[in-house]
């Protein structure tokens, strides 16, 4: 039976839900009130005769009768009905302070966000400054505690995991010395979300064990094989006890994935307890190249080492453009002349804006007028900062059917167009893959942006057939967007390898709002070097004059 510590904590969340529709005000703080009431009343309302509970001061018949039916039943419908029909990433924003019910109905209803990872990256995008009563500071105060609520869940991006990560190891090797580590797993693997940071080691497990304790750690698991704790970071911190002679064995083990340990036993019929000091003996009993760890994931890249003595991966210096930014004409942060100065600072040779278009009310997106003012904004800087170019482009919404967000005579003049898809994100495959394609079909698109719109750790994304994605965009010249936000890195590096068999360009964009999303273009990089992309197939490695020809046909490919 429930508890009076129960039954208000359901009014009270009864009382914000309704606050989060927008209802009616005053049953949401006739709920309230019965909430407070409740939790400080002295005996329990389990243990007083029906007739009475009515009769406590501030809880009418209405209230008496949702109590009773906690008690009788342990539910209360009219919750559930609001929980039903409440996203339960809406929900879950009550964890996070500074955010109240109306500031939730605010950011749910008009900027359609669904999830805490969704609001982050509104934060991030410097959009909740565009929303009546939120101004920066309530913006930041709102990513910080956003940025605590998740740390504490213990599943982390690349990102948020790197540095703490890297520090971690740094103390390792420093405090032990006349012992070896080594960083393994996911995070060597350079896998997009991780849930630990793993070692091997040959320090005793006594010794590891009692600095842990000695640090207040919990010990989760240990024995013979791997000590595994966590500490107030809330990561898990896990090692494996290996020894010198068998360190390279281990190494491959933990560095691989478990598709790529059975490939490579079945190709070279390696034994997994065969000593081996490290791990490139074991390429070269295998006579292949060494293959890095990020790319053991699948069998094939075992064919591709067979057939090719160097595969090189393409680097954070192969960028030479920023393509995907956005100014303070939308949603950005910086104006053109502050991100095009610390474009040309990093030593980069060109600039893609692509601000929001005009369906993207909630990003301040351009209408006609302002883009063409734009454009004479951009013109002048051009004159300017000549030999470095800021090219006139759009993140053009891809509306409901398919279309683009402006007319020809708009789009024409743009040097590129990055289509994307930012609302009604809740769709069946069929109506992705009709919006998509239709886009992709569209004369005037030269990128598919964020292909899934998925966020890590928040949204999935909406469902589609990346087969039938990456052969419309083959056949009609369109580039996929690798897109380098970390929240983001979208399209999945999973259908990289498929998209350049079908000669389909990538282009690794920070889609930054902001100068130091300009950095952001290394994620992309670490996903991409899991695939076969090299330079030349990425958009933003093109040199200035290899992106004015790629501008070049596109103009041409809309005049077909």
Same mark, same amino acid.
């Given at each position: 039976?429930?508890?009076?510590?129960?039954?208000?904590?359901?009014?009270?969340?009864?009382?914000?839900?309704?606050?989060?529709?927008?209802?009616?005000?005053?049953?949401?703080?006739?709920?309230?009130?019965?909430?407070?009431?409740?939790?400080?009343?002295?005996?329990?309302?389990?243990?007083?005769?029906?007739?009475?509970?009515?009769? !406590? /001061? #501030?809880? $009418?018949?209405?209230?008496?009768?949702? +109590?009773?039916? =906690? *008690?009788?039943?342990?539910?209360?419908?009219? &919750?559930?009905?609001?929980?039903?029909?409440?996203?339960?990433?809406?929900?879950?924003?009550?964890? !996070? /302070? #500074?955010? $109240?019910?109306?500031?939730?109905?605010? +950011?749910?209803? =008009? *900027?359609?966000?669904?999830?805490?990872?969704? &609001?982050?990256?509104?934060?991030?995008?410097?959009?909740?400054?565009?929303?009546?009563?939120?101004?920066? /500071?309530?913006?930041?105060?709102?990513?910080?505690?956003?940025?605590?609520?998740?740390?504490?869940?213990?599943?982390?991006?690349?990102?948020?995991?790197?540095?703490?990560?890297?520090?971690?190891?740094?103390?390792?090797?420093?405090?032990?010395?006349?012992?070896?580590?080594?960083?393994?797993?996911?995070?060597?693997?350079?896998?997009?979300?991780?849930?630990?940071?793993?070692?091997?080691?040959?320090?005793?497990?006594?010794?590891?064990?009692?600095?842990?304790?000695?640090?207040?750690?919990?010990?989760?698991?240990?024995?013979?094989?791997?000590?595994?704790?966590?500490?107030?970071?809330?990561?898990?911190?896990?090692?494996?006890?290996?020894?010198?002679?068998?360190?390279?064995?281990?190494?491959?083990?933990?560095?691989?994935?478990?598709?790529?340990?059975?490939?490579?036993?079945?190709?070279?019929?390696?034994?997994?307890?065969?000593?081996?000091?490290?791990?490139?003996?074991?390429?070269?009993?295998?006579?292949?190249?060494?293959?890095?760890?990020?790319?053991?994931?699948?069998?094939?890249?075992?064919?591709?080492?067979?057939?090719?003595?160097?595969?090189?991966?393409?680097?954070?210096?192969?960028?030479?453009?920023?393509?995907?930014?956005?100014?303070?004409?939308?949603?950005?942060?910086?104006?053109?002349?502050?991100?095009?100065?610390?474009?040309?600072?990093?030593?980069?040779?060109?600039?893609?804006?692509?601000?929001?278009?005009?369906?993207?009310?909630?990003?301040?997106?351009?209408?006609?007028?302002?883009?063409?003012?734009?454009?004479?904004?951009?013109?002048?800087?051009?004159?300017?900062?000549?030999?470095?170019?800021?090219?006139?482009?759009?993140?053009?919404?891809?509306?409901?059917?398919?279309?683009?967000?402006?007319?020809?005579?708009?789009?024409?003049?743009?040097?590129?167009?990055?289509?994307?898809?930012?609302?009604?994100?809740?769709?069946?495959?069929?109506?992705?893959?009709?919006?998509?394609?239709?886009?992709?079909?569209?004369?005037?698109?030269?990128?598919?942006?964020?292909?899934?719109?998925?966020?890590?750790?928040?949204?999935?994304?909406?469902?589609?057939?990346?087969?039938?994605?990456?052969?419309?965009?083959?056949?009609?010249?369109?580039?996929?967007?690798?897109?380098?936000?970390?929240?983001?890195?979208?399209?999945?590096?999973?259908?990289?390898?498929?998209?350049?068999?079908?000669?389909?360009?990538?282009?690794?964009?920070?889609?930054?709002?902001?100068?130091?999303?300009?950095?952001?273009?290394?994620?992309?990089?670490?996903?991409?070097?899991?695939?076969?992309?090299?330079?030349?197939?990425?958009?933003?490695?093109?040199?200035?004059?290899?992106?004015?020809?790629?501008?070049?046909?596109?103009?041409?490919?809309?005049?077909?």
């Amino acid at each position: 039976m429930l508890d009076n510590y129960a039954i208000a904590d359901n009014f009270s969340l009864l009382s914000k839900l309704i606050e989060i529709h927008g209802e009616n005000s005053f049953k949401a703080k006739s709920y309230a009130t019965a909430a407070y009431i409740i939790e400080k009343l002295p005996e329990q309302l389990s243990a007083l005769p029906e007739e009475k509970i009515s009769s !406590i /001061k #501030g809880i $009418g018949d209405a209230i008496a009768l949702k +109590i009773k039916e =906690q *008690l009788a039943t342990g539910n209360l419908k009219i &919750l559930n009905d609001y929980l039903q029909k409440t996203p339960a990433g809406v929900v879950e924003m009550l964890h !996070i /302070k #500074g955010l $109240g019910p109306k500031k939730i109905h605010s +950011i749910w209803k =008009q *900027l359609e966000i669904e999830s805490i990872g969704e &609001l982050l990256y509104a934060c991030n995008e410097n959009r909740l400054t565009l929303l009546k009563g939120f101004g920066a /500071k309530t913006q930041e105060s709102i990513k910080e505690n956003i940025d605590y609520y998740l740390n504490n869940q213990g599943h982390y991006l690349y990102q948020q995991a790197e540095a703490y990560i890297q520090a971690f190891h740094l103390k390792l090797t420093t405090t032990f010395q006349q012992y070896r580590f080594e960083l393994t797993g996911a995070f060597i693997r350079q896998l997009e979300t991780v849930d630990a940071a793993e070692w091997i080691t040959n320090t005793p497990s006594s010794i590891l064990k009692t600095f842990f304790t000695a640090n207040n750690y919990k010990v989760e698991i240990e024995n013979d094989e791997q000590l595994t704790v966590r500490g107030s970071e809330n990561i898990q911190l896990i090692f494996y006890f290996v020894t010198n002679e068998n360190w390279g064995s281990k190494a491959f083990i933990h560095n691989s994935s478990s598709t790529f340990i059975n490939a490579f036993k079945t190709e070279f019929q390696w034994i997994e307890n065969k000593v081996f000091e490290d791990e490139a003996t074991i390429f070269q009993t295998a006579g292949i190249p060494f293959i890095p760890a990020c790319r053991r994931e699948n069998a094939n890249i075992i064919t591709h080492y067979k057939l090719h003595k160097d595969l090189p991966s393409i680097k954070e210096n192969d960028i030479k453009g920023i393509i995907h930014c956005h100014s303070n004409w939308s949603d950005g942060v910086h104006t053109l002349e502050q991100m095009a100065n610390a474009a040309i600072k990093k030593g980069l040779e060109y600039m893609v804006i692509s601000d929001h278009s005009k369906s993207a009310f909630y990003a301040n997106g351009l209408t006609e007028e302002r883009v063409l003012a734009q454009h004479e904004a951009i013109d002048a800087l051009n004159k300017q900062l000549a030999p470095f170019k800021i090219f006139k482009s759009i993140e053009s919404d891809i509306l409901n059917d398919g279309a683009l967000d402006y007319p020809n005579e708009i789009l024409q003049r743009f040097d590129i167009v990055i289509a994307s898809i930012h609302s009604n994100l809740k769709m069946s495959e069929e109506k992705a893959m009709t919006r998509l394609l239709n886009a992709i079909q569209n004369p005037f698109t030269s990128i598919l942006g964020h292909l899934t719109g998925r966020l890590l750790l928040s949204r999935k994304g909406y469902p589609v057939d990346h087969s039938l994605i990456i052969e419309a965009c083959a056949k009609n010249n369109v580039v996929i967007e690798l897109n380098a936000h970390p929240r983001r890195l979208d399209i999945d590096w999973r259908y990289i390898d498929q998209a350049l068999q079908n000669n389909v360009l990538i282009s690794i964009d920070p889609d930054a709002h902001a100068i130091d999303g300009f950095d952001d273009c290394k994620y992309g990089i670490l996903v991409a070097q899991k695939t076969l992309l090299t330079p030349q197939q990425n958009l933003s490695s093109f040199s200035l004059q290899q992106f004015e020809a790629f501008v070049a046909q596109q103009h041409k490919k809309r005049n077909i």
